[in-house]
């Protein structure tokens, strides 16, 4: 499975869990029951680490987020963001230019076109920062 596609899976179930706030492992089973979506481990890394890390990395995107607060985002662009930002962070084989790039096709895919541009905003102050050596909260 490329990357992407893993990426996508993994979107999906972190979209599902922020929805139903349901138990991760269940998640995993209902998705194996309907054989729509892989679930394999690299899809476990991301939905698991992103899920763990929920309240850092939302406390990220609220910092970046200056024309919506974090209740006000949709649980799409939410997951698409958490995704990118658990991976720009936490995984050392996705630069955060992949994870920016790639968070936008999953928008390009799954949202409208403004929610396109404020994923990008929102992941692009959140890059340059980084770059300047800030951590959080731009």
């Not at 892989?38 to 990220?60: P, R, Y």
């Not at 698409?80 to 084989?93: N, R, S, T």
Request: no cysteine; aromatic share 8%.
């Amino acid at each position: 499975m490329t990357r992407s596609k893993t990426r996508e899976n993994a979107f999906i179930l972190v979209f599902e869990h922020l929805l139903r706030d349901d138990d991760i492992n269940e998640l995993y089973e209902i998705a194996g029951e309907v054989e729509e979506i892989t679930v394999n481990d690299d899809v476990k890394k991301i939905v698991s680490g992103t899920v763990e890390h929920s309240t850092e990395i939302e406390e990220i995107i609220s910092g970046y987020s200056k024309s919506r607060t974090i209740q006000r985002i949709s649980k799409v662009n939410l997951a698409i963001l958490e995704i990118a930002v658990f991976e720009a962070l936490y995984d050392e084989k996705v630069p955060v230019n992949i994870a920016i790039s790639e968070a936008v096709k999953l928008a390009e895919m799954y949202t409208y076109p403004e929610d396109v541009s404020f994923i990008n905003g929102v992941l692009g102050a959140f890059s340059r920062d980084r770059k300047s050596g800030e951590k959080n909260n731009g």
